[in-house]
């Protein structure tokens, strides 16, 4: 293997491999705009330039590869290549390059929405001029294009470093995205007639260095440095891309693919990124439901935990084949081990299903028919998958009581089964929902428990591929709304068993007994990209 | 003084000279004839390689060498492996005008030499790319092409030496930067015209992605000269860093402008004076740029210089396409950077940052200072500003802007003062003004 030196640094390196992939892959950090891991090199906005020892002028780090010298040739009697990243001829191209990108800029940072996480912001800081030398009327461009549904384009900030048209060619293949016109009049822009809507189009909005692509659901939302995040998992599919959630006061403001290998690469769809909006669109419960003759009260955690163990009492036990419960992919592993504690210890004859939710088909980069995050969870508890689109109604046929769990079962019965269905469940004595707000099948119940979103919560979630990802609460949920598992943990008390505890970590050692594969590991094994873990059949 | 040569344009001026019997009349195509029949592939690259000639496109790089790059088949392999040649006649560079002679008085020669460069290389075809902007040279070419095939000098079996050939003619749409070899290429394939990021050289992902050798016009049309009267003859003409005739397209302020055939390396002096007549309106010289619009420009004093790639490194500038544009005393160097400038602003393709936006910046320096709004500061900011668009481009067109604007900033640094100094040009002239 070559032996280069980058600065002061002896490098074994692959020959082939690029001078910035490897400086980075060190710890030496050279700047960049266009080059992106999973783009193609476009070697445009010229910011990754170094010295390289023979080379008559600076070249791009981002396109330079690594070269073999023979063994009499070698710089130094020993190295392959000998690169600089912090000479007065870098510096100075770096200075230049910067100086050159902000010449049209807008230097109005304060209005921009990109501020805050703008590279060129980040990088006029460390290598640039603190002061413009632009005398001159900035070239004006388009602002506020409607590029596509979700994406604005600002021409004016653009530094046509090409990432977002190189995503539309290499990774959604779409191809909707080109240069246009010439020199300093050059800007992005859609071919005729089309527009930037594909199912990943947000992507490009993460890729953009600069304010010149934001997406038009956050921006101006606010100023990211308010914003809180957690590094959490999409729940839109069985891809579980991972995610970082941004959220401000009591919203979800946005969520953002983080980089993961073996599941998202760099990417999320539109769909799952729109989580966010749609979360606003929801009226969460916030107390716990209790119907009575006029309909339901609202009760306190502490109040309603007595009475629900005290309603479900006669169905214990020996009369427990009398139950059904229905859980959700869309669980954590840690309420599904807490759903089979509960039929453990106090409805051992009950059935327990899970449906599985279909829509669509596959496509090829991430987005997965199966639209819940953690049926392969479910599979890993041994839970019984009911297959999608399977009737629902028959469920409940000779069933006295049924606890049915972040699922509208009328969303999933298709449209000449909901009268059936409305009758079964309204044939049943004792029907418990528990859901992030109350759906059709919650209004229907007797019981009905807040749970904590999925952005409330933690809990680790399986995705297709075998990858345990850990979810974490970016928003504290109010006082009466709660996981599962802590519902479940007060159910038992209630009814005089012993739970183990409405926290996180005991229904977390509770998932490990279950599955084998998990027992060995911690919490932290968990981040940032999860584990993935041989299938276990239980 | 050198009498003019008639080799390169030896049809030029003949009555009907484009047309094959014309070319034939005076032994063309038998230089062709002696590749196939005489000479493998392997003698006629060697032959052009003795030569030592010379790229006439800009760069001067020997095109014997650059043939040597592309692949050809291994010992044991029954195909040649795919490749094409590519007929640079985008000639878009201000200044130079001497390929469109040549295409559109003696198209056959470029022609041939294309053939013997395809024979030498095995290449599968070779596609003629002309700048859009000259619809008669398209037509012209085109017929010499139809003319050619009917011959047999084109096609399957190519007088009965089993190599097939085919040359294709496509027109460009006026980009400057079209003429740059990789931009050439993208356009040709019906992309946007702008320059690859190299490497990989043409050589090895030229057109289509197939190995590509592209050469200039007046470069093919040098070849079937090597290999008719050979390359010691070659040789003898013009001087070790250019030999073999040049064009020289002179341009500006002569008596005379033109096209002049000389030996390469011919003084400077002896072309602006006795070949083009001397300098218009018998005024003093002020400045010349030799080859090209992006080219450093010469004071009068440096013009005793060979025109070749060593002589013009002395007075630290190049070659070129050999495109002379003469300026006398009534000039004003500031109007004159500015209107190349503007030019270059005009014709950045837009992808890579110093260029887009330094030849733009350069541009709105230079028309404040003619407009005489400028300040001393601007005549060293203008060099800075050029400094960091040097070297720092995917493509030369960066360079191509920043030498002259260097060059013009350094050589008439008084004259460029004098505009800050007075707010106003000197000269009087008042700026032209553009669209930006």
Partial sequence: MPLIRIDDKEIEAPLGETILRTALKHGIYIPYYCWHPALSIAGQCRMCLVEVQGAPKPLTACSTTVTALPPDKKIDGKYDMVVRTQSELVKRAQKGILEFLLLNHPLDCPICDQAGECQLQAYSYTFGHPASRMEFEKVHAPKRVDIGPHVV?????????????????????????????????????????????????VCTADICPVGALTSKEFRFKERVWFLTSANSVCPECARGCSVRMDAYKNEVLRLVPRENPQVNAFWMCDYGRLLSERLKERKPAARPLVRGKAGFSAFTTETFAPLLAEALAPFAGKASSAVVLVLSARMPLEEMAAALELKDRLFPEARLVVPAVEEGEDDA????????????????????????????????????????????????????EREALKKALEGLECLVAGDYEVTPTGALSRFFLPLAGWHEMEGLTVNFQGVVQKTARVLVPPKHRRPFYDWVSRWLEAAGAEGPGPQFAPWFQRVKERIPALADKAVRDFLPAGIRIEEVTP | MAEPLKLLTRNVGKPNSTHIDTYMASGGYEPLMKALHKMTPEQVLNEVKAANLKGRGGAAFPAGLK???????????????????????????????????????????????????????????????????????????QRAVDQAYAKGFLGKNILGSGFDFDVWVARGAGAYICGEETALMESLEGKRGQPRLKPPFPAGYGVYGVPSNINNVETYANVPLIIQNGAAWYTSIGTPSMPGPRLYGVSGHVKRPGIYELPGGVSLREILYEHAGGILGDRPLKAVIPGGSSTPVLRADQIDVAMDPDGLKTVGSMIGSAGVIVMNDTVCMVKALLNLLEFYARESCGQCTPCREGTHWLELILRRLEEGGGKEADVDLIVEVSENIMGRTICPLGDAAAMPAISFAKQFREEFLAHAKLGRCPMGHVPMTTVV
């Fill in chain 1, 153 to 201: 384009y600002d021409a004016e900030r653009c530094i046509k470093c090409t990432r977002c048209i190189r995503f539309c060619e290499e990774i959604t293949k779409t191809g909707e995205l080109t240069l246009a016109e010439r020199g300093v009049h050059t800007v992005v822009d859609t071919f005729p007639g089309r527009k930037l809507d594909n199912p990943y189009s």
């Fill in chain 1, 365 to 416: 980069l991430l987005i997965r028919k199966d639209r819940r995050p953690n049926l392969k969870g479910a599979s890993l508890l041994g839970l019984k998958i009911l297959p999608p689109g399977a009737p629902l109604a028959p469920l409940f046929a000779g069933k006295k009581a049924a606890l049915v769990l972040r699922e509208d079962l009328f969303a999933l019965a298709a449209a000449g």
């Fill in chain 2, 67 to 141: 043939w040597s790059f592309l692949p050809r088949k291994k010992e044991g392999e029954k195909k040649e492996p795919l490749k094409y040649l590519v007929c640079n006649a985008d000639e878009s560079e201000p200044g130079t005008f001497k390929d469109r002679l040549l295409i559109e008085n003696d198209p056959h020669a470029i022609l041939e030499g294309i053939l013997i460069a395809g024979w030498a290389t095995q290449a599968a075809g070779c596609f003629f790319y002309i700048r859009g902007e000259m619809p008669q040279g398209a037509r012209i070419f």
